[in-house]
């Protein structure tokens, strides 16, 4: 019977262990993100669960507007036809709004003033979306894209200076060749069309720009590196196809049709890449990207494993943020050519001006390029790159915490006087400590304009608390150690009230699994390499139990005095309002057992307050009135029945006189 007690605790322990994690993770977690989002008056549309706002996102695509014609429009202004939930939004909930991905919790910013702030932060701290690594880990994986803080600044440090300007000169060579490449395909397509041809060009754009990156990265295994590339294309338009399914718990792990071959071709990167490796060990070393990487994966003091992901995350991210700034800034170039005749005969005339006739370009004629270096300018500015941010900063007029998601992009800034921007995560687990929760609390007192509050309180329900960790753990704002405790009175409730568990069993057999863990764990050092264990030294502080005998003693005294004053006959109201209290607690006393009872308390305690912080303004509008009707009736109760009882009567003529 005893053995099959244990088992049966241990599958509860596991399930309310399992329970804990999706509860937090799915619910609690996202909720407290968007709570301290709306005390600052920051609201958005409600998610769903495990979905979040997936299913309004892809009925917004759906029912936009397309045109007629097979071919996009030639306009700036691409934003709101890209991402037309996010101009719904925008206009429902104002330029700063919340939604979400899955049970990730994106904050949209739109406002000049936040989005300035946030692009001057240098902070390592406010670093890429943490999504990045787990949802996009088989396209981006742990290298200088996706990584933060002190990782990120050493792979910064190692990559950054083979991009400096210095560096890009001595790669003109081979960028002039792959430009040559390029041109001539343009120019055998127009002479075989009869001198006129309408070309796409942002594909002829990626395919020049990753073909300057292999031979950037990867020098004389140049035609390895191109078929790096292409599958690196094919991975890129794999994870493309899932981009609404990111943040949705679990989908990553599901082998889908996106999935195999997100991984067949993860798979093929890494080995073509680590090929690449081994021949350069065995040969004579270049002086390429590639070698620079290789070599401080040496100096690193990393493991083989871990060295070898240096490398591919790293030559993978090179891949990536290369080929695709290039190809995209260089299309928006051709695009405003395009667009403005004028600007296009300029930049014409300076090229045949500084280059003459049939003179390839040099660094140094790049550099007398003023026309063609404002037009790259004001591309970029235009239509400048999505950039990713990660965790919570001191922004000032918004704080950001736990599990947010960073990302700010601008093809809007131009054309609606506003920045498009997403959000993210924070995380150094709960970076809102209690001190900062207590900041949050005071700004909301001293701007708070509701003064009506439950019970008449000036303060914020959290200082009311304490304002301390035992108020975060009532309000569950740190949502693991709250759901430790709840999880574990739950437990002691269950053994005790349900299965009819002792309290003497339970300390015995605790003692037993404890010591014979311990036992074995210290006989069987020696034998599995392993040092024994250290148990700590426990003393309790005679402190301790004198301060609990006058905590005690006082509780006593109290209600000693408590009852002599309300036995007295001094205050028949008071007398009254005990009686009451009392025999409604027997009544509630008869319904369940005393540890039932303390139980039912103890939920009380960490669910009533939660849910009043998070309906504040409903519920002290309905108690404001429930009170003025209670007190409405007591006065009615105390003129017809109480004043005309001897004893209040004989009170209100002493009163009199």
């Not at 998610?47 to 397309?66: A, C, D, F, W």
């Not at 718990?249 to 490796?277: C, F, H, Q, S």
């Not at 669910?607 to 003025?628: C, F, G, H, R, S």
Request: contains cysteine; proline residues 3%.
């Amino acid at each position: 019977m005893e053995l099959v007690l244990l088992i049966s605790l241990a599958v509860v322990i596991t399930f309310l262990g399992l329970l804990e994690l999706l509860y937090s993770g799915l619910v609690l977690k996202p909720e407290r993100l968007r709570s301290v989002l709306r005390k600052q008056g920051i609201r958005g549309p409600s998610p769903s669960l495990l979905l979040g706002n997936i299913s309004e996102i892809r009925k917004s695509q759906s029912t936009t507007v397309k045109a007629s014609t097979n071919e996009p429009p030639v306009f700036h202004n691409c934003a709101a036809t890209l991402f037309p939930f996010f101009e719904q939004w925008r206009k429902q909930y104002g330029p700063v709004f919340v939604f979400s991905l899955g049970n990730t919790q994106i904050l949209y910013v739109s406002r000049a003033d936040v989005v300035r702030e946030i692009s001057t932060c240098t902070s390592l701290e406010f670093g890429k979306p943490s999504y990045q690594q787990k949802e996009l880990g088989s396209l981006l994986g742990q290298g200088i894209l996706t990584s933060n803080g002190k990782v990120w600044a050493h792979q910064r440090k190692i990559i950054a200076p083979e991009l400096y300007g210095d560096k890009v000169k001595g790669m003109m060579s081979l960028i002039i060749e792959s430009t040559t490449v390029l041109l001539n395909s343009w120019k055998s397509r127009i002479d075989k069309e009869g001198g006129v041809a309408e070309i796409k060009i942002d594909e002829g754009m990626r395919s020049f720009s990753g073909d300057v990156i292999s031979r950037a990265c990867f020098g004389s295994n140049y035609s390895e590196g191109a078929e790096i590339f292409s599958r690196l294309r094919a991975l890129q338009e794999a994870m493309s196809k899932k981009s609404l399914s990111t943040g949705i718990p679990g989908m990553r792990y599901i082998p889908t049709t996106n999935n195999r071959e997100a991984w067949v071709l993860e798979k093929d990167v890494r080995n073509l890449i680590l090929e690449i490796v081994k021949e350069r060990k065995e040969t004579a070393h270049e002086k390429d990207l590639l070698q620079m990487v290789l070599e401080s994966a040496k100096t690193s003091n990393l493991g083989q494993d871990a060295m070898d992901r240096f490398i591919v995350d790293n030559c993978k991210n090179i891949y990536l943020a290369g080929y695709e700034t290039t190809a995209v800034s260089a299309t928006w170039c051709l695009m405003l050519l395009a667009a403005n005749q004028e600007w296009q005969d300029r930049v014409r005339a300076e090229v045949l001006e500084v280059c003459g006739s049939g003179c390839l370009p040099d660094a140094d004629m790049l550099r007398k390029m003023k026309q063609a270096e404002l037009l790259k300018l004001e591309a970029q500015e235009m239509q400048a790159s999505a950039w990713y941010g990660k965790n919570s900063a001191a922004i000032p007029q918004l704080r950001v915490s736990g599990g947010k998601e960073v990302v700010m992009e601008d093809p809007m800034d131009r054309f609606d006087s506003q920045l498009l921007k997403e959000i993210e995560d924070h995380d150094n687990n709960e970076k809102f400590d209690s001190s900062s929760e207590t900041e949050i609390d005071e700004y909301i007192m001293l701007h708070s304009t509701h003064k009506n509050h439950l019970f008449g309180r000036q303060k914020p329900l959290h200082l009311v608390l304490g304002g301390e960790k035992h108020a975060n753990i009532i309000l569950w704002r740190n949502t693991q150690i709250s759901t430790r405790i709840f999880a574990g009175v739950t437990v002691t409730w269950f053994l005790f009230e349900c299965i009819g568990y002792h309290l003497l069993a339970l300390v015995c057999h605790f003692l037993i699994l404890s010591s014979t863990a311990v036992f074995l764990w210290s006989n069987l050092a020696s034998y599995i390499n392993v040092s024994p264990p250290k148990l700590p030294e426990v003393t309790l502080p005679d402190e301790l139990f004198v301060n609990f005998l006058l905590l005690l003693r006082g509780i006593i005294n109290h209600a000693f005095t408590s009852f002599q004053d309300v036995a007295s006959g001094k205050d028949l109201k008071k007398f009254l309002k005990v009686i009451a209290v009392l025999w409604v607690l027997s009544v509630i006393g008869s319904w369940f057992s005393f540890l039932t009872l303390l139980y039912l308390l103890f939920v009380m305690l960490m669910t009533a307050p939660m849910l009043y912080e998070k309906n504040e303004d409903a519920v002290d509008i309905y108690a404001e009135k429930l009170w003025l009707e209670v007190k409405k009736q007591s006065a009615v109760l105390n003129e017809n029945v109480l004043q005309k009882l001897p004893i209040f009567g004989s009170e209100k003529h002493h009163k009199q006189h």
